[in-house]
């Protein structure tokens, strides 16, 4: 089994920038593809970014390429969202997640952390 959590959410402003990080235990995430999803309220959640096991390939979703950054460090059991210049329909709990399947890994979920941007 694999446990994540989240850290790093909070209230910001548009403009504003946030790195959320997710640690892993358990056991070893180095052989996963790792992800980060969203959820705002009365939607369904989305795949926000995913980066494959060695690093070596990313995806983003349309809205936040050029803006969000995601990696990871496998020797810390650790994937980062870097997210800079903040809108407000960034708002949304952002759940981590790893799996087998990249680039939508969903195999294990963190609790979520709340982001929420305010205009």
């Known amino acids: 089994q694999v446990q994540l959590v989240e850290s790093g959410g909070g209230l910001v402003q548009t403009g504003d920038s946030l790195r959320l990080s997710c640690v892993a235990s358990?056991?070893?995430?180095?052989?996963?593809?790792m992800g980060w999803f969203r959820q705002a309220p009365g939607k369904e959640r989305e795949i926000v970014a995913a980066?494959?096991?060695?690093?070596?390939?990313?995806y983003y979703t349309d809205s936040v390429k050029g803006r969000f950054t995601i990696s990871r460090d496998n020797a810390e059991n650790t994937v980062f969202l870097q997210m800079s210049s903040l809108k407000p329909e960034d708002t949304a709990v952002y759940y981590c997640?790893?799996?087998?399947?990249?680039?939508?890994?969903?195999?294990?979920w963190g609790q979520g952390t709340q982001v929420t941007v305010s205009s």
């Open positions: 358990g056991r070893t995430v180095s052989g996963y593809a």
């Open positions: 997640a790893a799996g087998l399947f990249y680039p939508s890994p969903k195999d294990y």
């Open positions: 980066i494959n096991w060695s690093g070596g390939s990313t």
